[in-house]
């Protein structure tokens, strides 16, 4: 089982990244648990500063929105390592 | 789709094929680009007083003409220079400006925040996280806050439509006016030592390392978010740009001339307060005002009036005092408010007593 969380303030891009995920681990079926963490203290314990930003398995593996593909690819690296 | 169908970005022979596409794509947009712009004038005219059939100097024939110059010129321009705008930015990340700005001293600290404020991405709804990343890693608090000023103040909507429709003179001032204004109050803040009014609870967040290690994005990464960007925002306002061209127009073809010199001239002293007065409720409406201000101008609108009321219109504004509040007490976002509109005013006097 995977964690993806999905690190925001609510702004249209992290949601655009919340829908994003979604939906590649709806079509991909991934066996993955995703959740948005709004909560600052929370977002700033993974040291980061802007926002969106996306944390697969405890792991931020990117800040901002890198795109459909490149998120397909950061979520599918962090699973299979 | 299946697991192998997913390409992977780092692969390098793959990487440098997709830069050389995304340069080819951008390339040629940009000649599309030049193309177009200079199709317009003759295209406009020829709709105003051709197509519509209005007399050449006619009131109608000259708002036409007016409108159809303007409006896709100022989207071209729009399009264009935030994209431009957008891929420098790429290079720049707040991880890395906190960084830079560890351990500045006063002064400098504050002209280089100011500096990033304007190139390092940044939406208003990170701004409680970047303030608490900033302050928790000990940059001061007035560097911290000559940063957050900077960012709305110098706008990248407002400085593409100043420069398309007033010149580069006028953007280049309202740039250095903003980054002047950025770091005075910042400079004042940090000299007033106002620490105390910033919420208890930022100085208690434990803020992690910074788990990520640097992943250089490709060019072509970067023209596509640039890409995503640009059509975000260009869809955003590009509305408002039509409605206050249309608007603009109208006074360029029938309000006569010199009509504003009495009211938004600069020997009305009460002029630059009241602009920046009337620029607040007009938050995140820059690109529709400003076509408006600039038909004013044309009508005898002192220019240090104008730029008041365009920084009060994208610096004063309430959404993100709202957001600042989170980590702020009232008392600092009063006397950031306080500060800012003294500085905007000032500089608004400054203006119409040098120039002209």
């Known amino acids: ?81 | 789709m299946t697991e192998n169908s997913i390409p992977a970005p780092q692969e390098n022979a793959l990487t440098r094929r997709k830069d050389a596409r995304a340069w080819g794509v951008v390339a040629g947009a940009a000649l599309i680009w030049l193309l177009l712009y200079n199709l317009i004038h003759p295209l406009a005219n020829w709709l105003a007083y051709g197509m519509f059939a209005q007399p050449e100097g006619s009131h109608l024939g000259e708002s036409l003409a007016f409108f159809f110059y303007d409006v896709p010129k100022i989207i071209l321009l729009l399009g264009g220079m935030i994209f431009l705008i957008t891929v420098l930015r790429s290079f720049f990340t707040t991880e890395q400006t906190r960084a830079w700005l560890g351990g500045k001293r006063e002064g400098v600290g504050n002209a280089l925040a100011a500096l990033l404020g304007v190139v390092t991405p940044f939406c208003s709804c990170s701004a409680v996280p970047l303030f608490i990343g900033f302050v928790e890693s000990g940059i001061p608090l007035g560097v911290t806050f000559s940063f957050l000023t900077a960012t709305p103040v110098v706008n990248e909507v407002a400085l593409v439509m100043l420069f398309g429709l007033f010149g580069w003179k006028v953007a280049g001032l309202y740039l250095l006016s903003g980054l002047m204004i950025a770091v005075i109050a910042g400079i004042i803040i940090g000299r007033l030592h106002l620490e105390r009014y910033v919420e208890d609870f930022v100085w208690q967040i434990k803020v992690g390392q910074a788990a990520l290690e640097a992943v250089k994005p490709t060019w072509s990464e970067r023209f596509q978010s640039a890409w995503e960007s640009t059509e975000e925002i260009v869809g955003k306002v590009w509305l408002y740009v039509v409605v206050g061209i249309a608007i603009g127009a109208g006074i360029h073809g029938y309000v006569p001339e010199d009509a504003m010199a009495h009211i938004l001239g600069k020997n009305t002293w009460w002029s630059v307060p009241a602009g920046v007065l009337l620029g607040v409720p007009l938050y995140s409406n820059a690109a529709g005002v400003i076509p408006v201000v600039h038909a004013l101008m044309e009508k005898g609108a002192a220019l240090g009036t104008v730029l008041a009321f365009m920084m009060s219109v994208v610096g004063l504004s309430l959404p993100e005092m709202v957001i600042l509040r989170r980590v702020l007490k009232p008392q600092l976002i009063g006397i950031f408010i306080a500060i800012l509109t003294v500085a905007i005013i000032f500089t608004g006097y400054l203006f119409n007593l040098v120039l002209l």
């Open chain 1, 1 to 81: 089982m995977t964690t993806i969380k999905i690190l925001g303030t609510g702004c249209p891009t992290c949601q655009r990244l919340l829908d994003d995920v979604m939906n590649l681990v709806a079509t991909n079926q991934w066996d993955a648990n995703v959740e948005y963490v709004t909560d600052i203290p929370a977002i700033l314990a993974y040291g980061v500063m802007s926002t969106p930003a996306l944390v697969v398995n405890e792991k931020v593996v990117a800040v901002g929105h890198p795109g459909p593909a490149k998120v397909a690819y950061l979520i599918q690296q962090a699973i299979t390592a």
